[in-house]
């Protein structure tokens, strides 16, 4: 279907215009994928490293004479309305080119929440593949879009935008969604590991490095934990599934356990309920060792039949199965980030549909947590920082404690010394100037620093092992 109308736009000669924000690891595959594709272009890309900014359009096959450097919105806006491609060192000027999507890939929590917001605002479709700002204020953003006419939407190709596809196949067909989510690779030492180790952690070469222009702090937050922890906070606020307890088991397991593990405590597994989002780590309990059949990269969701004949059906199909039979995984053992991005940028703008939309009422937060015993005083560097990572817990839970985001923890020092595996309070940090995410929060019902004695009664939530 999508294929079917993009090759008409392409003989119609009205092709798909789409702007990408952020050319670094994600956003280029974007564009060397977009380069391929019948009835879309790239129009625009915006990128204050010029480095990335010329590969980028490498990656896309413009000459450099072709692109039009702008840095006034005027000049911008006819080069895009003459159908010649734009290099954008300020991002701020995207959302009002004429284009039909922005594609969302700097990585950097204030840029995005601020770009997001911006052209949602102006009547424009968003993928964001900044799952971070998603995680914190995408069911803000989501209400934006729909008052302004607008699509905001999670991109396909990574993990939440995949998931959350095969949640609503399991739904559509009458399944029951017992657990979904993604597989991980966490080596025991990797919770408290630093941006400067990274990516020897990946054992990737300096060569990779450089030429992908991969970004350490972001490596390394897929390798302490908190990317899945992010992703699947973004997964529970579009389907509504919910975390079991707080950080999730995330159990080391393979294929073949995710029918089992994955299921109530009372029929064998670990869960204390149904319908939630979890993680299955391709690394052994020794923390050293992999597991057979390890799904790292992966997808997964874990159904049950209504019906005793298709249950049956279940196994005889070749899913695996859980003993008694009542339960089988779906699973893909891949996502293809970037790479099948631009099909959410295209049923956007072709159909006005979402990959993946989080609900207007966040059931889930991603909350900052000490990774080492922190001094008073000591600065909060974020995400795939040094000293706090993030975990998944329910919303209810983090607003009624008064927890510091994950997003809201970078460049605020604590007032009081934290313990390592403490959630930190907003109490316990000075308060930062407020910038759009700050007021997007405080419109999603968190009342944030001005409300610091929220929750001081409460015992301090410290996340299990």
Not at 9 to 18: L, N, S, W
Not at 434 to 451: K, N, P, Q, S, Y
Request: hydrophobic letters at 45%.
């Amino acid at each position: 279907m999508i294929g079917a109308a993009l090759r008409a736009r392409e003989a119609d000669g009205k092709r798909v215009k789409v702007a990408v924000v952020g050319a670094g690891r994600f956003g280029a595959s974007v564009i060397a994928q977009i380069a391929g594709m019948p009835g879309m272009e790239v129009a625009a890309i915006a990128d204050r490293n010029l480095v990335n900014l010329a590969a980028a359009w490498e990656a896309y096959g413009a000459a450099p004479d072709e692109v039009v450097p702008a840095d006034a919105i005027g000049p911008a806006v006819d080069a895009v309305t003459a159908g010649r491609p734009v290099g954008l060192e300020d991002a701020d000027l995207a959302p009002e080119l004429p284009v039909d999507v922005i594609v969302e890939a700097t990585g950097v929590t204030d840029v995005s929440a601020r770009i997001c917001r911006a052209a949602l605002e102006r009547g424009r479709h968003v993928v964001n593949v900044t799952v971070e700002v998603d995680a914190a204020v995408g069911a803000r953003l989501a209400r934006i879009a729909r008052r302004n006419g607008a699509v905001y939407t999670l991109a396909d190709g990574d993990q939440p935008g995949v998931v959350t596809r095969m949640v609503e196949w399991a739904h559509s067909l009458g399944f029951s969604v017992i657990a979904a989510g993604r597989g991980t690779r966490r080596y025991a030492a990797d919770r408290e590991g630093s941006p400067e180790e990274a990516f020897a952690r990946y054992d990737y070469s300096d060569e990779l490095v450089a030429r992908r222009r991969l970004n350490a702090r972001m490596y390394n937050s897929f390798r302490d934990g908190t990317k899945s922890q992010i992703e699947m906070c973004a997964l529970a606020n579009v389907t509504g599934l919910v975390p079991d307890r707080p950080g999730m088991y995330e159990p080391s397991a393979g294929i073949d356990d995710l029918a089992r593990l994955f299921r109530l405590r009372a029929d064998g597994g670990i869960l204390g309920r149904e319908g939630v989002v979890e993680l299955a780590n391709a690394v052994a309990d020794d923390g050293e060792t992999d597991v057979a059949g390890g799904i790292a990269n992966g997808v997964f969701v874990v159904v049950r039949a209504s019906h005793a004949l298709i249950a049956e059906d279940l196994g005889f199909y070749g899913l695996n199965v859980s003993e008694d039979g009542l339960t089988g995984v779906i699973y893909r053992p891949y996502h293809l980030c970037g790479v099948e991005t631009p099909l959410s940028a295209a049923e956007a703008a072709l159909f006005g549909h979402a990959t993946a939309c989080p609900r207007e009422e966040p059931v889930a937060d991603v909350i900052a947590v000490a990774k080492h015993d922190l001094a008073k005083g000591t600065q909060l560097d974020g995400g795939g920082g040094e000293t706090v990572s993030g975990y998944i817990v329910e919303w209810g839970e983090a607003r009624a404690r008064g927890i510091l985001p994950l997003a809201l923890a970078e460049g605020v020092k604590l007032v009081r010394a934290v313990r390592r595996g403490e959630a930190i309070r907003y109490a316990d940090v000075r308060q930062r100037k407020a910038g759009t995410i700050d007021e997007l929060r405080r419109e999603m019902g968190d009342g944030g620093w001005e409300d610091v004695g929220n929750g001081a009664m409460l015992p301090k939530l410290e996340i299990p092992e």
